[in-house]
């Protein structure tokens, strides 16, 4: 396989529930990403990790918890969720943290909280 | 704080009807100004990267232009398959400061 591959593609989750949204990237990137897409909103940021470390928590709420056991896989690990939390989520990688050729993108997760 | 607007909100065009999408930017030193496309159910596409006003890069019926204030993707005699939503980006040159995009703009092309 090659470049950023989401697992799965769709989930829904009671607000009780736990669950978590895998990243792989096969593109020898060492910098990894998790955005929100909303309707009629830009992406947001959620979390950055550049060499497994991480970086950025742009303000996250703490039902959201990452992991990045190394520079090829991210998770985003999930708990007590609210219907607002419904959304595309998008992992995205790039090199160096700085995205000359920007960042790739996988396909995404849509998550439904009910 | 970085800001990206894009406008309009959503444009339809008939086939063959050349436009132009805005990208206003306002970014404390700009390292990068770029240029995605998103189809339905998918993660962007990147298309284009300019670093400097007065930049201007082409791919097929596409061209992205860069000003000190904005960006412009010019689309020239667009099919139905150029629709989707095109997503604009920046990054300022603070360290390693990642991306802050604009809303898009929905690009229906129709037959």
């Known amino acids: 396989e090659t470049g950023v591959t989401q697992t799965p593609r769709h989930l829904v989750m009671g607000m009780t529930n736990k669950k978590s949204l895998k990243c792989e990237q096969h593109?020898?990137?060492?910098?990894m990403y998790w955005y929100k897409q909303s309707a009629k909103k830009p992406l947001e940021l959620m979390f950055v990790?550049?060499?497994?470390?991480?970086?950025e928590n742009n303000s996250v709420p703490s039902r959201f918890s990452p992991e990045c056991p190394n520079s090829s896989h991210l998770f985003l690990h999930l708990h007590t969720l609210q219907p607002e939390d419904s959304a595309l989520y998008l992992c995205?990688?790039?090199?160096?943290?700085?995205?000359?050729?920007?960042?790739?993108f996988g396909s995404g997760t849509r998550l439904t909280v009910v | 704080e970085d800001q990206v607007t894009q406008s309009p909100e959503a444009l339809r065009l008939q086939e063959g009807e050349s436009s132009s999408l805005n990208c206003s930017y306002t970014?404390?030193?700009?390292?990068?100004l770029f240029w995605y496309r998103q189809d339905p159910g998918k993660g962007p596409e990147f298309l284009f990267t300019?670093?400097?006003a007065g930049e201007e890069k082409e791919k097929e019926r596409l061209k992205a232009t860069l000003t000190k204030k904005e960006s412009f993707l010019h689309i020239t005699a667009p099919k139905p398959e150029d629709s989707a939503t095109y997503l604009c980006?920046?990054?300022?040159?603070?360290?390693?400061?990642?991306?802050?995009f604009g809303k898009g703009t929905r690009l229906s092309v129709i037959a």
């Open positions: 995205a990688s790039s090199q160096d943290g700085v995205p000359l050729y920007g960042y790739t």
């Open positions: 593109l020898g990137h060492n910098a």
């Open positions: 990790y550049n060499f497994k470390e991480q970086t």
């Open positions: 970014v404390s030193g700009l390292r990068g």
């Open positions: 300019l670093y400097s």
């Open positions: 980006a920046v990054q300022g040159n603070s360290g390693n400061t990642p991306l802050v």
